[in-house]
């Protein structure tokens, strides 16, 4: 029947052609879903009409055994196109719960990414922040060994 293509990967994390050749991915596979979808669904309601209109009863005994053999045939394609739709919502399934997992991965990339930064900006931080306390303790250090009151209270 209407057999598609395994689940698609999807495209990586990145920016410029490779979220574009992502993004044209992912569409050429939505239209190839619903297209599919649309083929599973005419196929079984045409299936379905068939055999509504063939149900009937004839008095020819060939041509009742020919519409029980062509509603047999309606039957399994009917079958046949549901099958594919069913499996048609497990790829669905599925491409939802890997795609859900790489834009989590990616989101925890980019969160690293962040992080890291933050942490690179706090110790380039708190490194000025203790060179000046050096500089500012060296500084107060000299003010007071050369003040005054520290002279006066070496010479008595």
Known sequence: M?????VGGGGGGGSGPTTA???????QK???????????ITNIVDSFSFLVNVARVNDLPVR??????????????????????LKLVSELKQTAIFSG??????????????????????DCMLARIGEEAAASLKELES?????????????P
């Open 2 to 6: 209407n057999k598609g293509g395994g």
């Open 21 to 27: 050749a992502a993004y044209a991915a992912a569409a």
């Open 30 to 40: 939505q239209k190839n879903l619903l297209q599919r979808v649309d083929n599973d």
């Open 64 to 85: 009742n055994s020919q519409e029980a053999f062509m509603m047999e045939m309606r039957a399994a394609r009917t079958v046949l196109a549901a099958d594919s739709l």
């Open 101 to 122: 997992f790489a834009s989590l991965n990616e989101h925890v990339e980019q969160r690293t990414i962040e992080f890291n930064q933050h942490a690179e900006r706090t």
């Open 143 to 155: 003010h007071y060994y050369s003040s005054i009151q520290k002279t006066n209270q070496l010479e």
